[in-house]
């Protein structure tokens, strides 16, 4: 709410920002066209990115499921639930299952009350209410003491506050005088500062900012995890968050601008992500080329096993590991640890 009740500070947009954005666009624009020319690619990628959406954005708040249980968790129908964090891990499923297989139509209250909900479906308590209490957002440091970052909206002042946002919000969209990613940046960053559960504020959050992201035209979460990104650079998602942070409650004289670059990155990235998929795949070669390409011209200086499958879908583990064996012996790359939480790095 706070973002959009001072107009300039939503504009104007630092410059590498709007370089980003002008790359976004390009790449969301190229991005229609391969649903009929790589369908069995897009089957499997979505496969692939809603599990480790699930997955990451329940990591990020530290609800971590054993590896052998979660397609069973996410399979829609669990049996039973071995303890509550497997519940949640559930819930998690059934929200963004919701987003991606119905048509919720416009952002509403009601809307964010009804994945709430279904984020505890499957747990003792009852989702779908805000917080009845006032609550704190703290910092766990590293000698397990804990600073309070910032006081949220009180309870009895947010359901004033979530109309106003989500109202806001809509209309930004709607009128277009904003570029949308940057409305999507200041709903989150509003949400997760208005706080208004007493807990999965920030898995909420996330869901809500991949409905708008695919709505308003960005639907490259729908095969390339954001959730995972952000995971994969957490420290720099809550310093970025911080940052903006400051001054919202002095009448909104806050900066946008952190968190906003910080989103507006995860997307690019995302970007890339996919067009590097589709180019592996449309590449021609061996799967062992494709591996090997990737490994050696495109592969962070430290990658792991699941960061080629990643990369290049649809090529067997067995395969991935003869050409990591034949790079190793060739000298050009090296191996730190064994087993599954094996990482490699370039020579």
């Excluded at 909900?117 to 009852?126: H, K, P």
């Amino acid at each position: 709410m706070r973002s959009f009740q001072r107009p300039e500070s939503l504009d104007p947009v630092p410059g590498d920002v709007v370089a980003k954005l002008r790359r976004i666009d390009r790449a969301a624009g190229a991005e229609a066209r391969y649903a009929d020319q790589l369908p069995q690619l897009l089957d499997f990628l979505r496969d692939e990115a809603r599990i480790e959406s699930i997955t990451a954005s329940s990591a990020i708040e530290g609800i971590v499921v054993d590896d052998s249980r979660v397609r069973k968790l996410v399979s829609g129908a669990p049996d039973r639930f071995r303890n509550r964090i497997e519940a949640e891990f559930a819930g998690y499923t059934a929200a963004l299952d919701y987003l991606t297989q119905e048509d919720p139509g416009a952002l509403t209250v009601g809307l964010v009350l009804h994945l709430h909900r279904l984020l505890f479906s499957f747990t003792e308590d009852r989702g779908g209410s805000f917080k009845s209490d006032d609550n704190l957002v703290v910092d766990r440091q590293p000698d397990g003491s804990r600073v309070v970052r910032f006081t949220p909206v009180s309870a009895r002042e947010t359901p004033f506050f979530m109309d106003e946002l989500v109202t806001r919000t809509w209309a930004a969209l709607e009128g277009g005088e904003q570029h949308p990613l940057i409305v999507v940046a200041a709903f989150a960053l509003d949400f997760l500062v208005v706080h208004p559960f007493a807990d999965g504020n920030g898995r909420v959050a996330r869901l809500v900012t991949s409905y708008l992201l695919q709505r308003t035209g960005y639907g490259v979460g729908r095969f390339v995890s954001l959730e995972q990104l952000i995971y994969d650079s957490k420290k720099e998602y809550y310093a970025a968050l911080a940052a903006s942070t400051v001054g919202w409650f002095d009448d909104g004289r806050h900066d946008l601008w952190p968190w906003a670059r910080y989103l507006v990155e995860r997307l690019a990235a995302a970007y890339g992500q996919f067009q590097d998929r589709v180019a592996a795949e449309t590449s021609g070669g061996t799967k062992q080329d494709r591996v090997r390409d990737f490994v050696i011209l495109h592969a962070p200086a430290t990658f792991s096993i699941a960061d080629i499958r990643r990369a290049v879908p649809g090529v067997s583990d067995n395969t991935i590991r003869i050409v990591l064996g034949q790079l190793k012996v060739s000298g050009r790359i090296t191996n730190d640890g064994t087993g599954r939480g094996a990482t490699w790095r370039r020579l």
